[in-house]
């Protein structure tokens, strides 16, 4: 599908697990079964598969799996390419280990880590650098929400934390209310496509044509059971999935959904 055919008919959706602090070997079979079963799809898959597990296990993965539907993500990296800095991992490190595409800005590590927009940002231009894609997260508090300031606070995240030079290849956006994740609980439909239309229209006036065409996925709480809800929300074109990723067949049921919706 070419850049035109994808502004015309909206972008291939992705669904992405992220699998957090989740994970030992032993979880490799989940991945492997999500491989298996898409494989056994007939083609066009009709949505993007990537499961991004803790570090340990991105080259493992990547290559049991990385070369079949699944691609492999991270879930962070450092902005350099290497250096004095113990415990950290640079993006090309991740590429070198298979990994396609790193998520940077979660909430997790905006609140565990105190990473701000600036930091997000330049995490993703060094993603960028390294040739990964950077999933790039943005969403407010429960504070915010409740004060009104949902879209002024998204807005300002958007804006903060894209580098300049991004283009539909090599960056999605997710929006995730942070009282969302891993609560059960999810914005009403009319509240989502209240901030996908508001990040659009900034991608758009900021981007240009590129903006229309740049995936932005909702994140939080999603499950087989909301994710065709969802789906059906304008300018949503995909999920990041936290804690229903961990089963294959509870992503696989997502997957399922997105995949209807990609070929429709
Ligand atoms: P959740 O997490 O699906 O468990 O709510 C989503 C995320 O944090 O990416």
């Not at 598969?49 to 539907?69: D, N, R, S």
């Not at 790193?102 to 060094?126: F, P, Q, W, Y």
């Not at 903006?211 to 909702?218: D, H």
């Not at 939080?220 to 995909?238: I, R, Y």
Request: charged letters at 20%.
């Amino acid at each position: 599908m070419t850049l035109t055919d994808e502004a015309a008919t909206g972008p291939c959706p992705l669904v992405a697990g992220n699998w957090k602090m989740n994970g030992l070997k032993a979880a490799l079979g989940e991945a492997l079964a999500v491989d298996k079963a898409l494989a056994a799809e007939p083609e066009p898959v009709g949505a993007d598969v990537m499961i991004c597990p803790p570090a340990t296990l991105v080259m493992v993965m990547a290559e049991l799996v990385g070369k079949g539907a699944v691609k492999v993500g991270a879930q962070d990296c450092h902005t350099g390419e290497s250096g004095a800095h113990t415990g950290d991992l640079s993006p090309e490190m991740l590429a070198d280990a298979g990994a396609a595409a790193v998520i940077v800005g979660h909430s997790e590590r905006r609140a565990d880590h105190g990473e701000t927009d600036r930091l997000v940002r330049e995490k993703a231009a060094a993603a960028h650098r390294a040739g990964l894609q950077a999933i790039i997260c943005v969403g407010e508090t429960i504070g915010q929400r409740q004060a009104d300031l949902t879209l002024e606070v998204v807005a300002r995240q958007i804006a903060g934390s894209l580098p300049n030079g991004v283009t539909p290849q090599n960056t999605i956006i997710a929006y995730e209310p942070v009282w969302a994740i891993g609560t059960g609980l999810t914005p009403l439909a009319a509240d989502v496509a209240d901030v996908h239309a508001m990040i659009r229209d900034r991608l758009n006036e900021r981007f240009g044509a590129a903006g229309s065409a740049m995936r932005i996925l909702y994140g939080g709480s999603v499950k087989a059971a909301n994710a065709a809800e969802l789906m059906a929300v304008a300018n949503v074109d995909g999920a990041l999935v936290g804690g229903a990723s961990l089963k294959a067949q509870d992503f696989l049921g997502i997957i399922e959904v997105y995949r209807a919706a990609g070929a429709a």
